[in-house]
């Protein structure tokens, strides 16, 4: 965190100043609402003579394994998911020109199945535990890992979605477009568009704290 608005809500909660005060105060002097409330929640709502500082949150082996299977059963479940859904498109419309293709869609349909099977639990059982730490300990949400592996995630939705919309303007512009084609592209969007508003969603929350 930077010293400067470190020292200044020290000095302000010293002097008796209130969190709201101090915030409002942040905010008119150029600061983010992030920095801002980072800033306040740096130190404890406790009664006490002077501002008590709160525990600062650090990058440990816990928390990069923790997050990190969150995000990479997230990854692996949602290619599966997608992928399976690719299968599916591929039986309703399949394409005369592929060949061997009802065998090899049932080998892709149980192997992305089995991907889905264990890694969707896997990702929700993450999900509640670090909700759950963050529900005992606020300070949990500033940790190092869980924003790198957030912001990269929504990096990643970010390009698949723009990806996705520029493949489709292109296949329209060209003519190309089938009903193969634009179910495979909104099953893109929807997965991408779904995973960004959950996690900008979440990063607000962090923000308007």
């Known amino acids: 965190m930077n010293s400067d608005i470190n020292n200044f809500v020290r000095k302000a909660l010293g002097k008796g100043e209130s969190r709201a005060a101090i915030r409002e105060a942040l905010l008119k002097a150029g600061w983010s609402q992030a920095e801002a ?4 929640d740096g130190f404890a709502d406790v009664a006490f003579s002077i501002p008590v500082p709160r525990p600062r949150p650090y990058l ?12 990479i059963a997230l990854y692996i479940g ?11 498109i591929n039986r309703a419309f399949p394409d005369a020109l592929a060949e061997n293709a009802y065998r090899s869609g049932n080998i892709d349909i149980r192997w992305n199945l089995s991907l889905l099977i264990v890694a969707f639990p896997l990702f929700l059982g993450m999900l509640n535990y670090t909700n759950r ?12 890992p869980r924003k790198w592996a957030t912001y990269l995630t929504l990096l990643f939705a970010s390009v698949c979605l723009i990806c996705d919309v520029g493949t489709l303007v292109y296949y329209t512009l060209g003519g190309e ?6 179910l495979k592209i909104a099953t893109v969007g929807i997965l991408a568009g779904g995973t960004f508003a959950y996690f900008i969603n979440d990063q607000r929350k962090d923000e308007v704290r």
């Open 78 to 88: 949602g290619y599966a998911l997608g992928a399976l859904i690719f299968d599916f």
């Open 133 to 144: 730490l963050i529900a005992r300990n606020a300070t949990e949400r500033a940790s190092k």
């Open 37 to 40: 409330a980072e800033a306040i």
């Open 60 to 71: 440990s082996a816990r928390e990069v394994f923790v997050y990190g299977m969150q995000f």
């Open 177 to 182: 477009l089938t009903i193969r084609f634009v």
